[in-house]
Every structure is written in structure tokens, then in C-alpha cells.
């Protein structure tokens, strides 16, 4: 509509002539149509795109991504279940993909067995509270990576969500973003990097952290020393939004508002990953790049 109109005044116009003009009542018809609402959709579901590229200056992929979710529609529908991970193997340390994909096939093997319960008599609902089921697969992420990748790391962002809520366990850098429809981004995690930390302490500025050359150290990762904490916590999913799981291959190198911005003007999620995983690799694609969008309608 906008370029029609840019192509309206690009081009020679005359004044408009008055004109007789008088109004119409709507027929009955008419007013039943403008009135009606849109169609709900159902069963409630999740719309998900995911992307990913190695980058301009790296030679192998040390990110992983995995995405699931099921949709159960009848006369008693329940919530949809989702589950999305991302993962960035450490950069600089031996078999970085082997800690990445260690971590994501771990946790989604254990939590796909739990919810099986959830599957099968949805009414029933979780074994366990989410939060306590997130901990327990982290620990096992840890575990499986300490043995597979002895000496490397990776990140790992994860978000379960049922319906309204999700859960959401965080280690490392990569991070999860409410997007809004006007293009807003909130960042729901916490960055574990030394520079993020010395930001909130006041020792450093937002900009000096950007470009901080000790901006990729991290405190905290996955198959980095015996005891870990991961951030835990339940938040409602965006309404209306989206929510972004991506490595900071992709967050690092774009600003938040052109990442709205990208995600805003996409005609779907599929093309929008694709588009942000595009913008990346413009700016450079200094790192792998992972990105997984998901929206929930109905």
C-alpha cells in the first residue's frame, strides 16, 4: 500500500473537481461481514522458523539447533508443547561441534522421554514442575559433554513451552528475545561473559562492551568445570510476538532494533530466518550463526 502510494505521488496529478456525493447505509449483509471477526484458529499451535549459515570467516559449523513441538486438537484440546534449543560449541577449543551437539541431542533425548506421560494423557499433566525437568536435563547436557568433549564447552539456550508459559534454561552467550509486533526486542537471558559482567558493574560502557576485544570470554558454559548454574525461569510466551532463541553469531554483529525490524517486514518465519541469518553474513559473519523464531497462534 505504501509503494503504491509513492508510486501515486511520483507521478503528475490535478486537483480533484468537486463531486455530488451522499452516503449509503450498509445493507444487512454488509454490516454482518464488517462486524464478524476474524476466524479463531484452532487447535492453538506453534509456528516455527529456524535458520543457520557457517559464516563468512569460519571454516566449520560449531553451532547446533533443534526444534519439536506437537499439536493435539479433539474434543478436550490441550496446550501445544514445544521445545527449542540452541547451542555454540567454543570457539578456539578442540571439538567445539562435538560439545554443541552432545548437549542438544542429551537434553532433547531426556526431556522428550519425560513429556511422553504429558502425550499420552495430557489431563494428567507434567511428571514434574518444568523448572526442576530444565535443571535436570542441563545436568545431564553437562555430564554427557564433560565425557564427549573433555577440555571444549559450548553455550546452550533452551525454552519448553506449554501453551501460555514458558520455561527457559540459559548458559553462556547465546541468548533468547521476546520480539513484539512493532519490532521491540526484549533479551530474556543473561549474558555470562566476562565483559557482560563488567558492563553491570558499571566498569565499562554498553558501547565499550560491544567492542571490548575480550567480548566472547565466558564465566559460565556447559563442560566448563564440575559445578554449574544454569539461569532458570518461567516467563508468559510474547503475546502477539515471537520469541528468538539465537548464538551470538547472529546478536552480536545486528543491532536489536534491525533485528525487530527484520522480523517485522518478513511475510513468514521461515523467510525471516533466513533474512536475519542473511544480515549477518552482510555485516561480516564473523562466527557461526543460529537462529530459531517461533509464534504461537489460536
Known sequence: ???????LLGKNTKPLTKVDASTVPLSGEQFK???????????????????????????????????FSVTMGGE???????????????????????????AVRTMANYLLK?????????AEGMDDPL?????????EAQKAVTQAAPGSGTTLTAAIVLGQQMTIGHVGDSRACA?????RVDILTR??????????????????????????????ALGQGEVLEPDIFTTPFPQLGYLLLCSDGLWSVLPDDHLGDIVKAAPNLHVACQKLIA????????????????????
Open 279 to 298: 544480515a549477518a553474513n552482510d555485516a561480516g559473519g564473523p562466527d557461526n550463526i543460529s537462529a530459531i523464531l517461533v509464534q504461537l497462534i489460536g
Open 76 to 102: 478436550s484440546p490441550s496446550s501445544p508443547l514445544g521445545l527449542f534449543i540452541v547451542a555454540d560449541g567454543m570457539g578456539g577449543h578442540q571439538f567445539g561441534e562435538v560439545a554443541s551437539s552432545t
Open 114 to 122: 519425560r513429556f511422553h506421560a504429558y502425550l499420552i494423557n495430557p
Open 33 to 67: 461481514l464488517a462486524s464478524t471477526p476474524p476466524p479463531r484458529i484452532e487447535p492453538q499451535q506453534f509456528i516455527i522458523g529456524c535458520g543457520q549459515s557457517i559464516g563468512k570467516q569460519r571454516d566449520h559449523n560449531e553451532d547446533s539447533l533443534f526444534t
Open 131 to 139: 523448572q526442576d525437568m530444565m535443571r535436570a536435563a542441563i545436568d
Open 1 to 7: 500500500m505504501k509503494a503504491f502510494f509513492k508510486r
Open 179 to 183: 520480539i513484539h509486533l512493532d519490532g
Open 191 to 220: 549474558d555470562h561473559s566476562l565483559v557482560k559482567r563488567l558492563e553491570e558493574l558499571g566498569q565499562i560502557s554498553s558501547e565499550e562492551a560491544a567492542a571490548h576485544p575480550n567480548r566472547n570470554v565466558l564465566y559460565r
